[in-house]
Every structure is written in structure tokens, then in C-alpha cells.
């Protein structure tokens, strides 16, 4: 018995110090000495401190599933919307790899065109010109520096 009253004492001691004036009842009404034991008032209010506790502890719980879920729902929107830019990036990319090859096979055509234009004028002048045309040759080929950009000032 005296193992019993130690453990109670030390419980009525820490009981005390965390709820001093539980249920606004003092220490000496909520203990039966006559048994040894709580009374049920006391077990039911203790009880009662129990589930608001629980209760409270939950809540939070609750409180911080819910603040997660939120969160976890705007990250995977933000992980969609940056997979949704990287796919058009990917797609314009593409579409851009086509606009350079087609702008490229314009230029090769262009190129091809203005070779042969002056291939047919130099056979013509090598024809039909003597020295007083190395004028003509020069403009000629001022003008072929311009159609392929390299303009002299």
C-alpha cells in the first residue's frame, strides 16, 4: 500500500502543477480516502480534460493534414504548368528548327539563282567587252557584294 500512496502522491503532485483548479473543484473533494481512489466526478472530469485535449490535438493534426493537402495540391498545379511551358517550348522549338531549314533552302535557292545570273552576265561581258567595260565589270560585282550582303562604303 505504501508503493500505491507514493505513485498517487506523485500523481496528485504533477496533476496539481499542470491543473491546478481542475473543474474549479480542490484536490480534497476529488479524492475518496474512504476507498482509496478517485471519485467518478473526478474520473469524469478527467476524462473530459482527456477528450479536449485529444480533441485540440487533432484539430492541429487536422488543421496541418489540411495545410498540406493545400500545398501539395499547388505544387503539383505548379509541376503541370512548368511541364505544359517545357512541352511548348519543346514544340516551338521545333517549330522553329523548320522556320530556319525552310529560311535556309530560300537562301540556298536565292544563292543558286544569283550565282547563275552572274556566271550567264560574265560569259555575256567576256563576249561582247573590251577594256573600256572593266567599268561595268566593277559595278557588276559591286552589285554581286550587295546581293550577298558584303556592301563596301
Known sequence: MDKNNEVLEAFINWFMREYSNFGGKPISERYDEAFDTFNNDFIDARYDAFQDGWKAQQAKVDGLQEE??????????????????????????????????????????????????????????????????????????????????????
Open 68 to 153: 498540406f493537402a493545400e500545398d501539395e495540391r499547388f505544387l503539383k498545379e505548379q509541376i503541370q504548368n512548368k511541364e505544359l511551358e517545357i512541352s511548348n517550348l519543346k514544340y516551338l522549338q521545333g517549330m522553329d528548327k523548320e522556320l530556319i531549314q525552310s529560311l535556309q533552302n530560300r537562301v540556298d535557292l536565292l544563292q543558286k539563282r544569283v550565282d547563275a545570273a552572274l556566271v550567264l552576265i560574265e560569259s555575256k561581258f567576256e563576249e561582247f567587252c573590251d577594256s573600256h567595260c572593266m567599268n561595268d565589270i566593277m559595278f557588276l560585282e559591286e552589285v554581286e557584294q550587295a546581293l550577298k550582303g558584303e556592301v563596301n562604303d
